[in-house]
């Protein structure tokens, strides 16, 4: 399959603790690029990350890519109870094709 | 405001039956998506189209139409030889066709149960 695919499938954390969560892909990408959904909603862009960057940032995200490795990380610093939702990486190949991972059901506890 | 607006938020359907689900949006995107996401699984793609008047099947097309007449609208009709068609339906948007720079625009989705 060429989607990417996430890890942890489901991570719990305590309000104001960081959440990283990993994305791994297997052919080479025109880049990647992470989408939020709050339950039963659509999904949300969150940023995007081209394959000869290796670092991004956007207020309290920060992505990280590595094209040796086939992995990619989305960090959320600070966490709050808002930030509870499923965070999916999209993988863009080459033939512009684009493919979602089953997402990392994340739960942030007040 | 711009964006993407899909309807029905919640539909139903009977064994046999084909139903229509409509995304309109005013973004002037020339691209639109539909995507079907199971409980607990990513986004599967179902169809897409990059201009008017021509669209492409994606990876789960048997059982799915669709048309797009114009710009702003991509409805789709689950057919009746759709056989497990309960699941969330969502459909997007993106600026210009194969430019995959920018992120894809969502709707807020539509649910549809067999009943």
């Known amino acids: 399959s060429q989607q990417g695919e996430e890890d942890p499938q489901a991570l719990s954390i305590q309000e104001g603790e960081n959440a990283t969560m990993n994305c791994s892909y297997k052919t080479s990408i025109n880049n990647l690029q992470w989408y939020r959904q709050n339950s039963g909603r659509g999904l949300v862009h969150l940023i995007l990350i081209r394959s000869n960057e290796r670092e991004k940032h956007s207020g309290r995200l920060r992505v990280t890519l590595d094209t040796s490795k086939k992995s990619s990380s989305l960090l959320i610093t600070a966490s709050r109870a808002a930030d509870t939702a499923s965070y999916f990486c999209?993988?863009?190949?080459?033939?512009?094709?684009?493919?979602f991972g089953a997402g990392t059901r994340l739960t942030v506890k007040p | 405001d711009g964006g993407i607006t899909q309807s029905p938020k919640y539909l139903f359907r009977k064994e046999g039956q084909n139903v229509t689900l409509s995304c309109e949006q005013n973004?002037?995107?020339?691209?639109m998506y539909w995507y079907r996401q199971d409980p607990g699984q990513g986004l599967r793609l179902i169809y897409y189209?990059?201009?008017?008047?021509?669209?492409q099947k994606g990876d789960i097309a048997e059982g799915y139409s669709v048309s797009r007449e114009k710009k702003e609208s991509f409805p789709l009709t689950v057919t009746s030889a759709q056989k497990n068609p309960t699941a969330f339906y969502l459909c997007a948007s993106s600026i210009l066709a194969g430019q995959f720079d920018y992120g894809y625009t969502f709707g807020s989705g539509t649910r549809l149960t067999v009943v």
């Open positions: 999209a993988t863009v190949f080459n033939n512009n094709d684009m493919r």
């Open positions: 189209s990059q201009i008017v008047n021509d669209f």
């Open positions: 973004l002037n995107h020339d691209a």
